[in-house]
């Protein structure tokens, strides 16, 4: 069954395009070095359906994607006698995801932006050692923040006397999203993380807030003109701020734009590598999305980090894959679309960052049998009342390599534990999560496995006695869910 997962992640992956236009003059014999960056966008874009790759596979799938990734090639050229980064994007004819991240060397030809008739070198490669431990996502990454204004060019005036009329979003109001609000996106990674992972400035604690303003026509594709025409001028007005997003001083930067007739009324962000330093990574946000609060920007980081959306598979017989429909996992997790849930991450993004309480396990115990409690408050690496409630995981390996299985429960508890509404059947509701182990590949999906026999969120715990293989891993309670002691499994492959 996860081999015919791998071809609905394959699936995904090719019904991904991107189609773009923004003027630009055409460089014959292109040849430039620089990384190949891919981009993920909040679009809630409808995409149509291969059937015979479906068929294939043997699941249900439904037609409406809320996401698309697409790829750029970013590199460096001087204009005007200055070196600024360049974005080109990438046709849709060949799995990019295999060099995300890299650097590679171009050739081709680059008309209004958009390359063909390339032909790619790679310079550097990801390590074997990346792609199943790779380092992990902690310490404190340094933020800027810009608020920009996008004005016609029919606005009158310097740049000195048009500069303060910026977004209605103040540096206060950014610095409570991010620092101060109990549910600021600061607290929220120092929860999820155990304080291995947060966010400074590079010359304010809370962050640098640099406002921008920029007098432009929009073209008729506003997403690609911000990333391959504004931000190279934000990133020099931040210079002239000493701010240098070149230097590797700066982790990670926000734009926050206003809302503009033709500009995406949706987020967008690079995808990083994970545990990535040295090259900022990009969060482009509306500010009509921004003024929501914490929530939407906490997901949007979670990209750049790495993250992925969680996709649900609910089965009637989960090793009859005809039984099987893939939805978007609307439960258990800060990654779920545009981060509706505000909740703690899920076990496979935690293994994959590294995060975890200092002292727990990573791994089970030896041997073919082996038990584990999904939740207890009495674990003793948990000195935190808060924390007991969270969920805590182990990574099994089932039948078939390359993947890895994460049991997780948790119970409504802590400022990002919350439920309302039809999440309630959620409180101590366990499930079991796929994660692929080749977290070099941005494009890796998590699928949620929920043993129930349900097609709706009114999901229950595994009962007592109740079992369910998955890839060839036998999961089975034998105690069913207590307040107090947790839900005890054994497993056995």
């Not at 204004?149 to 009329?165: H, K, M, N, Y």
């Not at 994970?274 to 990009?282: D, I, S």
């Not at 989960?318 to 545009?338: I, K, L, Q, S, Y």
Request: hydrophobic share 40%.
């Amino acid at each position: 069954m996860i081999r015919r997962i791998i071809v609905i992640a394959v699936f995904f992956t090719m019904l991904i395009g991107f189609s773009a236009e923004l003027a630009s003059a055409q460089i014959d014999n292109f040849y430039q070095t620089g990384k190949i960056r891919p981009i993920i966008s909040e679009t809630e874009a409808e995409i149509p359906l291969r059937e015979n790759i479906l068929a294939d596979a043997g699941f249900k799938f439904p037609s409406l994607a809320k996401s698309k990734l697409e790829f750029y090639f970013a590199y460096s050229a001087f204009e005007n006698g200055v070196l600024t980064e360049k974005w080109a994007v990438l046709p849709n004819d060949r799995a990019w995801s295999r060099l995300s991240n890299q650097t590679v060397r171009v050739s081709g030809s680059l008309n209004e932006n958009k390359l063909s008739n390339i032909a790619v070198s790679p310079l550097t490669e990801l390590s074997k050692n990346y792609l199943i431990n790779p380092p992990p996502t902690v310490g404190l990454y340094k933020v800027v923040t810009v608020p920009l204004t996008i004005q016609p060019p029919s606005v009158q005036g310097t740049r000195d006397q048009i500069e303060p009329a910026a977004l209605n979003v103040t540096p206060a109001a950014i610095r409570n999203v991010l620092f101060n609000a109990p549910d600021s996106v600061n607290k929220f990674y120092l929860e999820a993380s155990y304080g291995k992972f947060g966010f400074t400035g590079v010359h304010h604690p809370q962050g640098d807030v640099v406002p921008v303003t920029i007098q432009a026509t929009i073209s008729a594709n506003c997403q690609e003109q911000i990333i391959s025409q504004f931000t190279p001028i934000v990133r020099q007005r931040l210079l002239e701020q000493n701010i240098d997003t070149n230097n590797g001083s700066v982790d990670l930067g926000i734009i926050i734009f206003n809302d503009t007739p033709g500009c995406p009324p949706y987020p967008f962000a690079t995808r990083g590598a994970l545990g990535q330093r040295g090259a900022p990574l990009w969060v482009w946000m509306p500010e009509s999305w921004f003024v929501t609060g914490p929530a939407i920007m906490t997901h949007e980081i979670g990209h750049a980090l790495g993250g992925n959306h969680p996709y649900s598979l609910r089965c009637a017989d989960f090793d009859n894959p005809p039984t099987c429909v893939a939805v978007e996992a609307d439960d258990r997790d800060f990654m779920t679309v545009a981060g509706n849930f505000y909740l703690m991450p899920n076990n496979y993004e935690r293994r994959r960052w590294g995060w975890h309480p200092s002292g727990a396990f990573d791994n089970p115990a030896g041997g073919s049998g082996n038990l584990f409690d999904l939740h207890s408050p009495v674990l003793p690496f948990v000195k935190d009342g808060v924390r007991q409630g969270r969920f805590y995981f182990r990574n099994l390996i089932g039948a078939y390599l390359g993947y890895g299985i994460y049991p997780e429960a948790r119970r409504n508890s802590g400022q990002f534990e919350r439920y309302q509404g039809i999440n309630e059947s959620f409180r101590t509701g366990i499930a079991a999560r796929i994660g692929h182990n080749n977290y070099g590949d941005p494009e890796a999906l998590s699928i949620l496995l929920d043993p129930n026999n349900t097609a709706g969120f009114e999901d229950a715990p595994l009962q007592e006695n109740q079992q369910v293989s998955i890839g060839g891993m036998l999961i089975k309670c034998i105690r069913k869910h207590n307040p107090g002691w947790g839900t005890r499994m054994r497993v056995r492959e």
